[in-house]
């Protein structure tokens, strides 16, 4: 699976908008970026995935270059509940005979502010 | 979405004694299991993979005889930390693939915090 890059933390104010970037400059063609925050003591939850277009869903947007080799995550008026550590993970799709598991990184430590 | 639920949430046990971590997938069949170890400020690291009916699958330098897991049925895997040492003391949290279909995400329990004096 690809590694990624990402800011060790970030702030945003609440009611803004949080755009968490992601490097992933060795991203396989058939690699997808999957989003996944983890809340303070409790498991991981996922978000979004994404290929190559971008993705909207009821908790956020996935922008992801042309090239692939970055993508965004947006949370568009993100509240005091979105305060979590958000990890970006690149890997193929859970199909087939594969493996399923997911290599979880640091992550973004995002910190909202009142 | 799928619901994960993992039991108890948090246990505190003395050195020496056996804890078992139940994880149940309440409305879909996982065939596959996966337990994490996460230390406090650290990330997740992936301890072992379990699939139903077979031996699960452990990752370097995790003892199987330390932890133990079991996968009997398609709804719930259990982790037994035996003889446990304060050294074990750390958040574990399983996560399970839904059975049927193309599933494009993993489904979390919500993690147990295991305190060992």
């Known amino acids: 699976d690809a590694k990624t890059t990402q800011p060790t933390s970030m702030d945003c104010a609440e009611g803004r908008a949080a755009n968490l970037p992601c490097n992933h400059s060795?991203?396989?063609?058939?690699?997808?970026v999957y989003w996944y925050r983890q809340i303070h003591s409790q498991g991981p939850q996922y978000i979004i995935h994404?290929?190559?277009n971008n993705e909207t869903n009821e908790m956020a947007s996935l922008i992801i270059t042309e090239d692939r080799k970055s993508s965004t995550l947006i949370l568009p008026h993100a509240t005091l509940r979105d305060t979590a550590v958000y990890y970006c993970?690149?890997?193929?799709?859970?199909?087939?005979?594969?493996?399923?598991?997911?290599?979880f990184g640091k992550g973004t430590k995002l910190s909202v502010i009142p | 979405g799928a619901v994960v639920s993992q039991h108890p949430s948090r246990v505190i046990c003395k050195s020496g004694t056996s804890v078992k971590i139940e994880c149940r997938s309440l409305?879909?069949?996982?065939?596959?299991m996966f337990w994490y170890r996460q230390f406090p400020k650290q990330s997740l690291m992936l301890m072992a993979t379990?699939?139903?009916?077979?031996?699960?699958?452990?990752e370097q330098g995790v003892e199987k005889d330390k932890f133990l897991i079991n996968h009997a049925s398609l709804t719930l895997s259990t982790l037994t930390v035996t003889s446990a040492h304060p050294e074990d003391s750390s958040f574990y949290i399983c996560?399970?693939?839904?059975?049927?279909?193309?599933?494009?995400?993993?489904?979390f329990g919500s993690g147990t915090q295991l305190s060992v004096l």
């Open positions: 996560s399970a693939r839904p059975f049927r279909g193309v599933q494009e995400k993993l489904f």
């Open positions: 060795t991203i396989s063609g058939n690699e997808y």
């Open positions: 994404g290929l190559k």
């Open positions: 993970i690149v890997r193929v799709p859970f199909t087939g005979a594969g493996s399923y598991q997911l290599t």
């Open positions: 409305d879909f069949q996982a065939t596959t």
């Open positions: 379990s699939n139903e009916g077979s031996k699960a699958t452990y």
